[in-house]
């Protein structure tokens, strides 16, 4: 358990944290491959386990025996129908979350940091209309850095000294680690871990805790 002081930034994973996006995302797999001729069905089940994985992970993963040139087509077709599924998309968004994070935004900073393509933050902020909210964001497609290295940007750009991340799987721990920020655990989403500062079972009980330190502090 961390110290009880507020933290001056709560920085967000998405997927598996903020909604559940994954049979949109297998869609979108599918249809990439369609694209580049092949006929490859992608199922929640295929990709579930490699929620918040860098791109190339994932490519290695589902098809390991393909070039790094016909991976890099691949996910471009992917992302394309991932575009063109966003207007239509029905992602299943965390009880809590979009009343949470304005109670939030109302004493912390908040951010976002995903391991997804570029503008993926974008067309959740959209979706959910909760742009005014977010101070600032960075995503894996942006510069195709690990997490850690844009969670270090973030911190640096905005001078923050004692941030959090809050997200949902192992990696999101290591992640955390290896930039020195506590790492809070969510645990309805995609993964477990056992390496933790705190955790929470619902969206609903995080935004409790950080309202009721923010009035203590």
């Known amino acids: 358990m961390i110290a009880e002081e507020k933290p001056d930034g709560l920085i967000l994973d998405m997927d598996g944290t903020l909604w ?3 049979d949109t995302y297998a869609k979108a797999w599918t249809e990439g491959f369609k694209k580049c001729g092949e006929n490859n069905t992608i199922s929640r089940e295929d990709i579930i386990g490699l929620m ?3 791109a190339r992970v994932m490519l290695n993963t589902l098809i390991p025996e393909w070039t790094d040139e016909m991976h890099d087509t691949l996910f471009e077709a992917v992302i394309d129908s991932y575009q063109e599924l966003v207007p239509t ?3 299943v968004i965390y009880e809590g979350v979009i ?8 004493d912390y900073k908040l951010f976002l940091l995903s391991n ?6 974008v067309n959740f902020m959209n979706h959910t209309k909760t742009n005014h909210l977010i101070i600032d964001y960075m995503e894996h497609g942006m510069n195709l850095k690990p997490k850690h290295h844009n969670m270090q940007l973030l911190i640096d750009k905005h001078d923050l000294k004692s941030p959090v991340y809050v997200g949902d799987t192992d990696s999101d721990s290591v992640e955390s680690a290896k930039a020195g920020v506590p790492f809070v655990f969510m645990t309805y989403g995609f993964g477990n871990t056992e390496n933790y500062s705190l955790k929470f079972d619902t969206f609903n009980d995080l935004t409790e805790y950080y309202v009721n330190l923010a009035n203590k502090n």
């Open 52 to 54: 918040g994985k860098e």
């Open 116 to 121: 997804c393509e570029k503008d993926g933050l």
């Open 20 to 22: 559940d996006n994954v």
């Open 89 to 91: 998309m029905k992602p």
């Open 99 to 106: 009343e949470g994070m304005e109670r939030l935004a109302k």
